[in-house]
């Protein structure tokens, strides 16, 4: 994994060596989030002891998501990505759910494992973003502006 002997991988390196279950390579999206995840020191890259528990992190997600893949084909259609949610405690309409789906795979409508990844981890930072501002717990939260884009860009919490 470590490329270039640096004792550090950076997101390019993580790339290389992750695979989706159709033998595509993971996004760099992907890799770019996983590795900030797991990047204490905020400088864009993993060292060898933070790389075993993404990895650790990686094949959770991977068991997760083959156990959903009922026709064993290296991504999740509708259904399977619904009855994800569903187990994850999250509860969208189907047009929502058909929107991500959209987003991830325009054509097929599928997601893959690294797609899958990002999609859910995303949803759970914006749910503890939101609720950290639902201070009624009703569903709603008053926000201004800078604090949305914020949000969405991951720059808030």
Same mark, same amino acid.
């Given at each position: 994994?470590?490329?270039?002997?640096?004792?550090? !991988?950076?997101?390019?390196?993580?790339?290389?060596?992750?695979k989706?279950?159709?033998?595509?390579?993971?996004?760099e999206?992907?890799c770019?989030?996983?590795?900030?995840?797991?990047?204490?020191?905020?400088?864009g890259?993993?060292? !060898?002891?933070?790389?075993? @528990?993404?990895? $650790?992190?990686? @094949?959770?997600?991977?068991?997760?998501?083959e156990?959903?893949?009922?026709?064993k084909?290296?991504t999740?259609?509708?259904?399977?990505f619904?009855?994800a %949610?569903?187990?994850?405690?999250?509860?969208?309409?189907?047009?929502?759910?058909?929107?991500?789906l959209a987003?991830y795979s325009?054509?097929?409508?599928?997601?893959?494992?690294?797609?899958? !990844?990002?999609?859910?981890?995303?949803?759970?930072? %914006?749910?503890?973003?939101f609720?950290?501002?639902?201070? $009624?717990?009703?569903?709603?939260?008053?926000?201004?502006?800078?604090?949305?884009?914020?949000i969405?860009?991951?720059?808030?919490?």
């Open positions: 994994v470590d490329q270039d002997g640096s004792g550090q !991988i950076d997101a390019k390196e993580l790339q290389g060596a992750l989706n279950g159709n033998w595509t390579e993971f996004s999206e992907a770019r989030m996983m590795i900030d995840m797991f990047d204490m020191t905020k400088c890259q993993i060292n !060898i002891r933070d790389f075993g @528990n993404l990895f $650790q992190f990686i @094949n959770q997600w991977k068991g997760t998501f156990a959903l893949d009922s026709e084909s290296g999740l259609n509708k259904d399977n619904t009855q %949610l569903q187990q994850m405690g999250y509860r969208f309409s189907p047009t929502f759910v058909d929107n991500l987003k325009p054509r097929e409508r599928q997601l893959t494992l690294d797609n899958f !990844i990002v999609a859910t981890v995303q949803i759970k930072r %914006l749910t503890e973003s609720r950290s501002r639902d201070t $009624q717990m009703n569903g709603q939260a008053t926000l201004n502006y800078e604090d949305f884009v914020g969405a860009m991951g720059a808030h919490k």
